[in-house]
């Protein structure tokens, strides 16, 4: 877990992961050994905002994106009132890419962000998740996942037949 020294907590280090570069994007976590299912692998962390902290940072991030920028996407729905912004540099667990084969998921656990081993992972594996985005957002979150259940686009899982429908409408 995060300690303060000075101002600035210390990064949160797990004795499942390391830091590697990731073929999906950028930075990702992978397996450092095997990873038993149901192992809460790392907590993600970060700022406890409001719901209108969340949708001001996301407009912040939109604009950010329309100029150029890469734009991530950090926040992380908490309950019904607040988020964790974990674009904050001791949240290890920021790290971790989408896929639309995941092999952990978040779950909220007495108010804290736990990512959970969904099944054994071999070490060296790649850390992934189903980050849940809404369906009605879908053309704004292309998808490099690679895997075989890739639709193409970050949207939750339950929702990714709109997704199949929509591309074969445009075609
Ligand atoms: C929390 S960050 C994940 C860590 C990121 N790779 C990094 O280096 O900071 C979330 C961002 O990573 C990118 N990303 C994560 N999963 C992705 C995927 N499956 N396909 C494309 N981009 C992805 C998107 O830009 C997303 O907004
Ligand atoms: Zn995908």
């Not at 101002?7 to 992961?17: C, D, H, L």
């Not at 809460?40 to 962390?45: D, S």
């Not at 991030?61 to 991530?72: E, M, S």
């Not at 674009?87 to 290890?92: F, G, K, M, P, Q």
Request: charged fraction near 30%; charge should be positive.
């Amino acid at each position: 877990m995060s300690k303060k020294t000075g101002s600035k907590p210390r990064a949160v280090s797990s004795e499942w992961v390391r830091r590697g570069r990731s073929k999906i994007h950028g930075g990702g976590l992978y397996a450092r050994k095997l990873i038993p299912a149901g192992t809460r692998v790392i907590e993600y962390v970060g700022e406890r905002i409001t719901k209108a902290e969340a949708a001001r940072r996301e407009e912040y991030r939109l604009a950010q994106r329309g100029a150029g920028h890469d734009g991530c996407v950090y926040v992380f729905e908490l309950n019904r009132r607040h988020d964790i912004d974990g674009a904050v540099s001791w949240n290890t667990a920021r790290l971790i890419n989408h896929s639309c084969e995941g092999n952990c998921e978040p779950e909220i656990i007495r108010g804290r962000i736990w990512i959970i081993a969904l099944c054994d992972i071999p070490a060296g594996d790649e850390i992934t998740y189903d980050y849940g985005f809404d369906f009605s957002e879908w053309q704004k979150h292309p998808c490099r996942c690679g895997s075989r259940k890739c639709v193409g686009y970050i949207v939750i899982r339950g929702q990714r037949w709109r997704v199949r429908k929509a591309l074969r409408t445009k075609r």
